[in-house]
Nanobody, 128 residues
Framework: QVQLVESGGGSVQAGGSLRLSCAASRYISGSYCMGWFRQSPGKGREGVAVIWRGTTTNYADSVKGRFTISQDNAKNTVYLQMNSLKPEDTAMYYC??????????????????????WGQGTQVTVSS
């Protein structure tokens, strides 16, 4: 079992930045797929960014060039640095982990249901 706890959400004006953190309850090996998802009211949960083996990443087209996912194995923590935020980035952001996706981890647009472990989410609100 892995527990995930997100933090770092908040309210920011358009153009601002936030850094989300996802702390895992134990060591996350390189085989794990770690991801960030988001969900707005009335919409499905969409993939934002994924990281596999601690270094290989992929992003949704809507956030490429603005968001960066990274992993600190010493702290069992995954980060999502969000720059140049837009009102459409407003959502609940969730961290997810799965030990067995392998290279399929990088299919950022694939179903969120493939991830085994989830955090409770952290709210991000971007005002115009």
């Amino acid at each position: 079992q892995v527990q995930l706890v997100e933090s770092g959400g908040g309210s920011v004006q358009a153009g601002g930045s936030l850094r989300l953190s996802c702390a895992a309850s134990r060591y996350i090996s390189g085989s794990y797929c770690m991801g960030w998802f988001r969900q707005s009211p009335g919409k499905g949960r969409e993939g934002v960014a994924v990281i596999w083996r601690g270094t290989t990443t992929n992003y949704a087209d809507s956030v490429k060039g603005r968001f960066t996912i990274s992993q600190d194995n010493a702290k069992n923590t995954v980060y999502l640095q969000m720059n140049s935020l837009k009102p459409e980035d407003t959502a609940m952001y969730y961290c997810a982990a799965d030990p067995s996706l392998g290279p399929a981890c990088l299919r950022v647009s694939a179903s969120a249901g493939r991830f085994q472990y989830w955090g409770q989410g952290t709210q991000v609100t971007v005002s115009s």
